[in-house]
């Protein structure tokens, strides 16, 4: 079993940046990706960006050039740096880790960016 927890989440103004972080802990286990994921009110869950164990990586189109992920394989952390944020990026984003084809999520944090 592995648990995923968030930290980093908050009000910000337009413009600005916020950076996320997400820490798994567990045992016995390889994490192969892990990402983030958001979701707005009444919208569905999209991914935001994902990296694997070999630090490849992939972003939504609406967030490249602002966004950047980054993983500690040794920490088995996941941070994700966002910059020049908009009010269209407000939702809770979660943290996501694959694990042998099982997929685990963290409690979700909010961010909200005020125009």
């Known amino acids: 079993q592995v648990q995923l927890v968030e930290s980093g989440g908050g009000l910000v103004q337009a413009g600005g940046s916020l950076r996320l972080s997400c820490a798994a802990s567990?045992?016995?286990?390889?994490?192969?990706?892990m990402g983030w994921y958001r979701q707005a009110p009444g919208k569905q869950r999209d991914l935001v960006a994902r990296?694997?164990?070999?630090?490849?990586?992939i972003y939504a189109d609406s967030v490249k050039g602002r966004f950047t992920i980054s993983r500690d394989n040794a920490k088995d952390t996941v941070a994700l740096q966002m910059n020049s944020l908009k009010p269209e990026d407000t939702a809770v984003y979660y943290c996501k880790a694959t694990v042998s084809l099982r997929h685990y999520w963290g409690q979700g944090t909010q961010v909200t960016v005020s125009s």
């Open positions: 567990g045992s016995g286990f390889s994490i192969n990706s």
């Open positions: 990296i694997t164990s070999g630090g490849s990586t």
